[in-house]
C-alpha cells in the first residue's frame, strides 16, 4: 500500500494541474457575447475602411451570429453589401436595422441609396425623406432626394430640398450647383447664374456648373459672358461635341460665323453622328455663302436624321442659291411636311409648285 501513495498522489497532482489549464484557457478566450460581438464589429470596420468588403461582410456575420439583435452590424454589413453592388440584400439588412432602431437616420439613408441602385424612386425618394427628417442637419439627404424629385420634373419640390441641403452645409457644391438647375428650369434666370456661380466659388473645378451658367447666361441673354464661360470650360475640357457645338451657337448669335463654322466642325470631328452639329455648320455657311459646303453639310444631317425638318430648310436655301429650285423646292416642301411650316412660306415665295 505505501508503494501505491506516491502514485495516487500524482495522479491528484496531474487532475489539479489539468483543471487549472482548462479554467486558464477558457479565461483567456472567452468573453460576453456583447464584448465579443462588438470586437468582431470593429473588425469588420476595419476591414471596410480598407476597402475589404468581402471581409467585412463575413466580420459583421460573427457578430451578429453573436448578437442577433446587433442593429449597427446589420446597417455597416448592409454598406459593405452595397459596395459589393449586392443590393437587395443591403435592402434586406437596412430594414432588420430599421425594425431594431426604428428612429436612426442612417439605415434610412442607406436603403435609399439601394434602393435607387435598384432603380426604385419613389421607395428612395421616401427614405431620403425620412432620414431628413430623423437628421435634418445632414445635407446629403436633402440633396438626393431634391436629386430624384428634379429627375421627375418637380423643380419647385427640388429647388426646397436644396435649399435644405445648403442651409444644412453651406459648403455643399453640388447642392448650389442643382439648386441653380432647378432655377433655370423655373425661369429663375439671375437666380440660377447666381447659383452656379456659387458652385464654382466653393469648387473652382466643378466644371458642369461653368457649362450650365454659360447656357444660362445665353438663354438671358449674356451672350458675351456666355462666350467666357464656353471658353473658359473649353480650356479645360477639349473632348465635349455638345460645349462645341453650343459655343458654335453663341458664336452664330454674335454674328461670328467663322467662329461658329471652327466649333460646329469641332463638334463633328469629336461625333461624327451628331446631326445636329452638321446642320448648324450648314447655317453658318449660308451666312458666308459658301453654298456648296452648306448643301454637303444638310445633305449629311439629313444622311443621320431623315425626318430632320431644319436640315432640310437649309439645304432647300443652299440648292437655291446653287441654282437648283427644284431640289430646293422638293426640300422645303419636305420641311413643311414634318410640321416646319415655314417651308411653305419660302416654297411659295419662290415660286414653287
Not at 439605415?107 to 425620412?130: I, K, M, T
Not at 459658301?290 to 453639310?297: G, L, N, R
Request: hydrophobic share 40%; with cysteine.
Amino acid at each position: 500500500m505505501m508503494q501505491k501513495i506516491p502514485v495516487l498522489l500524482l495522479g491528484l497532482l496531474l487532475s489539479a494541474a489539468a483543471a487549472r489549464a482548462q479554467v486558464d484557457s477558457v479565461r483567456a478566450s472567452t468573453l460576453p457575447p456583447d464584448q465579443q460581438a462588438e470586437r468582431l464589429y470593429n473588425s469588420g470596420l476595419a476591414k471596410f475602411n480598407q476597402k475589404s468588403y468581402r471581409a467585412a461582410v463575413l466580420d459583421f456575420d460573427k457578430a451578429l451570429a453573436v448578437k442577433p439583435d446587433f442593429a449597427r452590424a446589420y446597417t455597416n454589413r448592409a454598406a459593405a453589401r452595397y459596395e459589393l453592388k449586392d443590393y437587395q440584400p443591403a435592402v434586406q439588412d437596412y430594414e432588420q436595422a430599421i425594425k431594431l432602431e426604428p428612429n436612426t437616420f442612417a439605415p434610412y439613408f442607406g436603403r435609399a441609396r439601394a434602393e435607387e441602385a435598384l432603380q426604385q424612386p419613389a421607395e428612395a425618394e421616401r427614405d431620403y425623406g425620412r432620414a431628413a427628417e430623423l437628421q435634418a442637419d445632414y445635407a446629403p439627404a436633402w440633396y438626393y432626394r431634391g436629386a430624384l424629385r428634379f429627375e421627375k420634373a418637380d423643380y419647385a419640390a427640388a429647388k426646397a430640398d436644396f435649399d435644405a441641403a445648403i442651409k444644412a452645409d453651406p459648403a455643399y457644391a453640388y447642392a448650389w450647383h442643382d439648386r441653380g438647375s432647378a432655377q433655370r428650369r423655373l425661369g429663375n434666370l439671375p437666380a440660377a447664374i447666381q447659383d452656379y456661380s456659387q458652385a464654382l466659388t466653393l469648387q473652382p473645378e466643378l466644371l458642369p456648373a461653368l457649362l450650365n451658367r454659360a447656357g444660362t447666361r445665353r438663354r438671358a441673354a449674356d451672350l458675351k459672358g456666355a462666350l467666357q464661360d464656353y471658353d473658359a470650360y473649353l480650356s479645360k475640357k477639349q473632348d465635349n461635341a455638345l460645349a462645341y457645338t453650343n459655343r458654335g451657337a453663341t458664336r452664330y448669335e454674335l454674328k461670328d460665323y467663322k467662329g461658329a463654322v471652327e466649333d460646329f466642325g469641332r463638334a463633328v470631328a469629336l461625333d461624327a453622328g451628331y446631326a445636329f452639329a452638321w446642320n448648324n455648320r450648314a447655317a453658318a455657311y449660308l451666312k458666308l455663302e459658301d453654298y456648296q459646303k452648306a448643301e454637303a453639310d444638310a445633305s449629311q444631317a439629313i444622311s443621320l436624321n431623315k425626318e430632320y425638318a431644319e436640315a432640310y430648310l437649309n439645304r432647300g436655301h443652299a440648292r437655291e442659291m446653287l441654282r437648283q429650285p427644284d431640289a430646293a423646292c422638293q426640300d422645303w416642301h419636305r420641311a413643311a411636311e414634318l410640321d416646319l411650316e415655314v417651308g411653305l412660306t419660302h416654297a411659295a415665295n419662290s415660286g414653287c409648285p
